[in-house]
């Protein structure tokens, strides 16, 4: 019996009667993950993903249990202010996740189709707002948005503060890189820091945010000597632990679990074999749960992803005594805001760094902004010699890609990147 879709089933099934039985019912299964992947699962992962895979699923379950002392944010918000405050933020991408992963998505699917959202719409978003829409997501206690990179966010963000009748503070990137626009959202980080004071009663002072800024520093320069060693060595791992490191360089970064977790990774890394396994630089996102991705990928020594550029984005030297600017900086100059340019220099960077065979853009079905620059990336990074791969799919609804021919393409780019390097 397969035991995950069996529990997603009784989740649809409970959803639209009784939605809070659903969420309690969806806790209950979580923490009992949790308690498994304490004991028993993930031996074939070293300690750092074993780690960061616990530390996820926390803030996750902290989410659904206390709403009251959570916010909704965009995955590029600078989440600092909120730690700092105590508050458990989590991102749409990372609930949607989860919940597809219970395989329960069909069913938020299905509803937010019948309200007349058109399927053109990344399902990442239609998955969150059909939760919410049914009353199986908790109201939290506030949001947090960004225009960077999402567009989705636009439209998802507004629409639920309205229905939950909650605050939202929106901090407004310009789409330019200059030092201008880095005061411009310094500014705005100052006035959403003295927000999340006001929502929890608890003020964000500037010297727990320069020692979180301080953490955060520590974990990029950590993230980045990490992917150093990728060159040469190899840490096994999934799909699904690549997803989680973009969690906790964004959503979990300035806290203590992430400059733990980039520690662990780092030392794990200097401990693993060397290995000549075709190498991946993976752009957008990894679809974890697509079957064919998996099973050519996880846990291969002989093809591997380095990295994915959602991870490493935004990892630009931090000055934590100015905490702002060092917040504002990363969202300006973040590879994913204004046109590809800054998305295919950090991607050429990030190939010689890593020393990847190859380049995979994930064209995630309905996100515009990377379906959009995808062919100008490629070209772009071809040209630098380094061969690349655009792969159409669905990340966050497997049932909405072909599997057979993303097992065809994906298989096909491999076995001549393996022919190239022979
Ligand atoms: S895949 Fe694209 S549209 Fe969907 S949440 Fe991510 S950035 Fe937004």
Known sequence: MDIIKTF??????????????????LLMGYRAQRLALSALAGKKLPPSKRYVARAVMDVIIRALAHPENAAMVSMFTPCEPLSVAGITPYSIETLSGYLSGTECEKVFLDHTAGEGIPETMCSFHRIFIGAADTGLMPKPKFM?????????????????????GIPSYFIDVPYEKSE???????????????????????????????????????????????????????????LTSEMYAVFMNHILLGTKESEKYSRMLLDDIKKAPINSGLRLLWLHLVPYMQPSVKKLLNFNGKAFITTCDLAYESMIPMDESRPYEAMARRMVYSCYNGNPKGRILQAINMAKRTGADGAVIFAHWGCKATIGAAQIIKKAL?????????????????SNSSDGQIATRLGAFLEMLGGKSK
């Not at 071809?382 to 497997?398: A, F, K, S, Y």
């Open 8 to 25: 997603g089933g009784m989740i649809e099934n409970m959803v639209p009667k009784n939605p809070m039985g659903a969420r309690r019912l």
């Open 144 to 164: 947090v948005y960004t225009n960077v990179a999402c567009d989705g966010n636009m439209i998802t963000f507004p629409y639920l503060s309205h229905k939950y």
């Open 180 to 238: 201008d626009a880095v005061q411009n959202v310094a500014k705005q980080l100052k006035e959403m820091s003295a927000f999340v004071g006001d929502m929890t009663g608890r003020p964000v002072t500037e010297d727990a945010l320069r020692e979180a800024v301080g953490r955060s520093a520590r974990t990029v320069s950590n993230y980045i000597n990490y992917l150093g060693y990728q060159k040469e060595r190899r840490l096994p791992g999934d």
């Open 382 to 398: 071809e040209n630098e010699g380094l061969p690349t791969l655009i792969l159409d799919g669905d990340g966050c609804d497997p």
